[in-house]
Each structure stands twice: as structure tokens, then as C-alpha cells.
């Protein structure tokens, strides 16, 4: 079963609204990650919060873990046509070393 | 450096064919990891090596699918034989391991059609 799962599956929203969406994971985790797929291409890194941090910030990228809850939440402010694509986050557990897993994805649609 | 390189980047094969998959790992990176992505299951981990050894092939999803690392700059994916349902894309990532809190570097990927 994947580690991660992130809600909503799908997002449709107008250029320079907010974008939000969420990851539930299911074990301690040493950090979270989250990374964008355009279509047909590999998957691009964007922002890295460790277990022991609450919120991190990287241009229009705002996250925060929630590790009482284990869950994350990725946030891009005033998105634009561009930021059209699927986001994912990613965990590595506490427990198991240096694996990495993946939730399920949001694709998130911005129309201009 | 150039990344991570996969190939090809795209296969088309019969059912029944023996598939390889090919992956060159970011230099300097001591763990790799071998994905698969379909619309149905997402992306899923299949097995990941750390210093050419694998640790983990609890993702690999039966007997016809092997993965070696034989040194730290080449690894293979190979299925044998193939089934229609193998049809996927196929990611390879590489990411250092002496490191804990560092991110992934995934290749381009290979587009699997078996037919």
C-alpha cells in the first residue's frame, strides 16, 4: 500500500487563485517531499520539510507537516497556466532507511 | 552532469519478449530506485538499491521482473517474459544515501507497450 495519499485526486482552478492540496501518510516519517510531474516527463523536486519543521516556504511554495496528524499540506499562491500538472508528495520512514514512496498524485488544472 | 539517464524512452514489444530497461544514476549517488507508473496503481516503488545492493524488492511485482545494480554508474530492469499488462512507464531515480534529508533525481523514464 503507497505511504502517501493526497486529496483532492483533481483540482480545476482559474489562473492566479490558490492552490491547496493535502497528504496523509501512515508512519513516522525522517522528512516529506513533494514533486511535480508534467505530462510524460519524470517527476521534479520542489520542497523538502523534515519531520521536525512545521512550514517551509520557496517562492510561490508554501508547505507544512503536521506530524501529530501525519499530514502535509502544499500550498501555490497565485498560480499561473504554467503550474498546470500533477503533484505528489513522497516519504521516507523513520523505519525503513532510505526508501522512498509515493501517494497517488493531485492533478491540478489552471486555466488562464 | 547530465542527470539521470534512462533508455530507451520508449519500447514497443510482443508479448512474450524478454524487456531491458536501463538506467545511469546521477555520479556520486549511491542509491537508486526503480518506479513504475500507471494511471491505475499510480507509482509504485519496485525496488530500490543502496551501494549497488539491493535492500528492498518488496514492490517487484512477480518472478518475471529483475533488477541489478552491477556497479554504482549502470543498473537494468529486466521482464521476462512480458505481458500486456507490464505496459507502463518505467522511472528510474537516483539520490544520495550518505545524506538523510535529500531529494530524488528522476530520469525522463521509459514508456512500456507491450502488445
Known amino acids: 500500500s503507497q505511504q502517501g495519499e493526497e486529496d483532492p485526486q483533481a483540482l480545476s482552478i482559474q489562473e492566479g487563485e490558490n492552490a491547496t492540496m493535502n497528504c496523509s501518510y501512515k508512519?513516522?516519517?525522517?522528512?516529506l517531499q513533494w514533486y511535480r510531474q508534467n505530462s510524460g516527463r519524470g517527476l521534479v523536486h520542489l520542497i523538502l520539510i523534515r519531520s521536525n519543521e512545521r512550514e517551509k516556504h520557496s517562492g510561490r511554495l508554501r508547505v507544512t507537516l503536521d506530524t501529530s496528524k501525519k499530514s502535509s499540506s502544499l500550498l501555490i499562491t497565485a498560480s499561473r497556466a504554467a503550474d498546470t500538472a500533477s503533484y505528489f508528495c513522497?516519504?521516507?520512514?523513520?523505519?525503513?532507511?532510505?526508501?522512498?514512496?509515493f501517494g497517488g498524485g493531485t492533478r491540478v488544472l489552471v486555466k488562464p | 552532469d547530465a542527470g539521470v539517464i534512462q533508455s530507451p524512452r520508449h519500447e514497443v514489444t510482443e508479448m512474450g519478449q524478454e524487456v531491458t530497461l536501463r538506467c545511469k544514476p546521477i555520479?556520486?549517488?549511491?542509491?537508486l530506485f526503480w518506479y513504475r507508473q500507471t494511471m491505475m496503481r499510480g507509482l509504485e516503488l519496485l525496488i530500490y538499491f543502496n551501494n549497488n545492493v539491493p535492500i528492498d524488492d518488496s514492490g517487484m511485482p512477480e518472478d518475471r521482473f529483475s533488477a541489478k545494480m552491477p556497479n554504482a554508474s549502470f543498473s537494468t530492469l529486466k521482464i521476462q517474459p512480458s505481458e500486456p499488462r507490464d505496459s507502463a512507464v518505467y522511472f528510474c531515480?537516483?539520490?544520495?544515501?550518505?545524506?538523510?534529508?535529500?531529494?530524488?533525481?528522476f530520469g525522463q523514464g521509459t514508456r512500456l507497450t507491450v502488445v
Open positions: 531515480a537516483s539520490r544520495p544515501s550518505d545524506r538523510e534529508n535529500t531529494e530524488a533525481f
Open positions: 508512519t513516522s516519517i525522517n522528512n
Open positions: 555520479s556520486g549517488h549511491n542509491s
Open positions: 513522497a516519504t521516507v520512514p523513520k523505519a525503513a532507511g532510505n526508501k522512498l514512496t
